[in-house]
């Protein structure tokens, strides 16, 4: 299966920016085999201002499942550790009926145990950063008015999740703490479908939100181990 360049790359670009759950989508999009997992990370890259990493990628193009592995998002310029996002293992399952259509339908993502480093900065938090250059990119697209493929994601579920930081409330020591899980349903399904952008947008627009309220929380739990 093959997609046109134009579209292919806005995808990607999309796509890597979500972090995980676009990423997957754009990759199953372009091709059960071959450069995708390569193009996620060069785009990816691009989009987000960061380093985009997977080490691998498996689907099985009948049913519509597989895993990413290895995925990390590194951190902005300017900030100290290595990466703001990474995961081991993230499984997914798609509508094999909507593989290379303007519609992808993600039935279901699932993300367990990711790592998160949370880091302040002049110009904000590192996440803060990403979300402003995932913004940056879903109204660069919006603007050029290329329609291009669209998500509809069912089910997602970050499960697990860990958070680490450091802050002056925890005398610059850093400290690892839980973070609520993620259930997000029906993405895209009432505007049949949502670009990537738009849906990164949506997806790290959440993440941002539990990371502060669970730091907000902390110092009323006496801190983490």
């Keep these: 299966m093959k997609a046109r360049g134009g579209a ?25 085999r071959g450069f995708a997992g390569h193009a996620v990370e060069r785009y990816g890259s ?17 049913d519509g499942t597989g895993s990413i592995t290895g995925f990390s998002v590194g951190n902005p310029s300017g900030f100290n550790t290595p990466a703001a996002f990474s995961a081991d293992s993230i499984k997914l ?20 145990s990711p790592r998160l480093s949370y880091e ?6 590192n996440f803060e950063v ?9 109204e660069a697209s919006a603007g050029a ?4 493929p669209k998500l509809i994601v069912e089910r997602l579920v970050v499960h697990n999740a860990a958070l680490s930081y450091a802050s002056a409330l925890t005398a610059g ?3 690892t703490i839980p973070l609520p899980d993620i259930r997000l349903s029906g993405i895209g399904r009432a505007e049949g479908g949502v670009t990537p952008g738009r849906f990164a947008q949506a997806v790290v627009e ?15 739990r006496g801190g983490a181990k």
């Design 120 to 125: 302040s900065g002049n110009a904000g938090s």
């Design 46 to 62: 691009a989009a987000t201002r960061t380093s985009v990493r997977m080490e691998r990628i498996e689907i099985s193009p009948g």
């Design 130 to 138: 990403l979300l402003g250059n995932i913004r940056h990119q879903a």
């Design 145 to 148: 008015g290329s329609q291009g």
């Design 8 to 32: 292919a790359k806005k995808l990607l670009l999309g796509a890597a920016a979500a972090a995980i759950v676009a990423a997957a989508g754009a990759w199953v999009y372009l091709s059960p």
């Design 173 to 175: 020591k850093t400290v």
């Design 206 to 220: 959440v993440m941002l939100d539990r990371i502060r309220r669970a730091m907000s929380l902390e110092p009323m």
């Design 93 to 112: 399952a798609l509508d094999p009926a909507t593989l290379g259509k303007e519609v992808l339908v993600v039935r279901a993502l699932s993300v367990t």
